[in-house]
């Protein structure tokens, strides 16, 4: 399973005006080709009166799916130039559509290129960049004579702590990235003297801003 990958925070749309032609970014987070072929036709659907809608999407975690539509522009001018955006900043599982309002005026195909290439990083940048970066809960089980020295120091680190329980001994969990378990679980033992049993429960990405 990857450890850490960027991607966008969630929907969200962009518009701007190029020569008259109103150009509408629309983007969106898809972890399956279904789910982004879902999200181009739910946009097509809205969209159906306008000129064109293209589209590209990344998914899979060496981006083993990738399509590109040009939606009846010049071959190369839209679909293409907007999957290189996505590329260029290193997104996965991200699906884009550029909805196209003729405005009478043609582009040419640089002017095209760049069109829709602009479209594309104006809806990401809308949308935001995260990277979810995997981590796993760890359930670290103490005697109760540790529960104040051991909850100041998880709180004052850079481990977040999701819950903490209390039966009838107490216990933390707390999220720690997948590459700093070892390290985690020395730093545990060090505090307590060896009392805590440690264990990891889960495992679930954490999002930071990109």
């Known amino acids: 399973m990857r450890a850490n ?10 518009e701007i005006i190029i020569q008259k032609s109103r150009f509408i970014g629309h983007a969106a987070r898809a972890e399956t080709e279904q789910e982004a072929l879902g999200f181009i036709e739910s946009i097509k659907k809205e969209h159906s009166s306008a ?5 590209a999407y990344l998914i899979g975690e060496n981006d083993q799916i990738q399509k590109a539509n040009d939606d009846g522009e010049p071959s190369g001018t839209a679909g293409v130039p907007m999957l290189e955006v996505l590329k260029k900043q290193g997104l996965k599982d991200t699906v884009i559509v550029v909805t196209r309002y003729f405005g009478g005026i043609k582009l040419g195909g640089g002017g095209l290129i760049r069109a829709y290439g602009k479209s ?20 670290v089980s103490i005697d109760y004579t540790w529960l104040g020295k051991v909850e100041n120091d998880v709180r004052q680190s850079v481990y977040p702590l999701k819950e903490i329980s209390y039966t009838e001994s107490v216990n933390l969990f707390i999220y720690v990235p997948a590459t700093e378990v070892e ?5 545990m033992l060090e505090l307590t003297n060896g009392q805590a049993e440690i264990e990891q429960t889960d495992s ?5 801003p990109g």
């Open 5 to 14: 990958y960027k991607t966008i925070k969630g929907f969200a749309t962009a």
């Open 51 to 55: 000129t064109h809608n293209c589209s």
């Open 120 to 139: 594309v990083t104006e809806a990401l940048d809308a949308a935001g960049i995260v990277e979810r970066r995997l981590h796993h809960l760890m359930d």
């Open 183 to 187: 390290s985690f679980t020395a730093w």
């Open 204 to 208: 679930e990405f954490l999002e930071f």
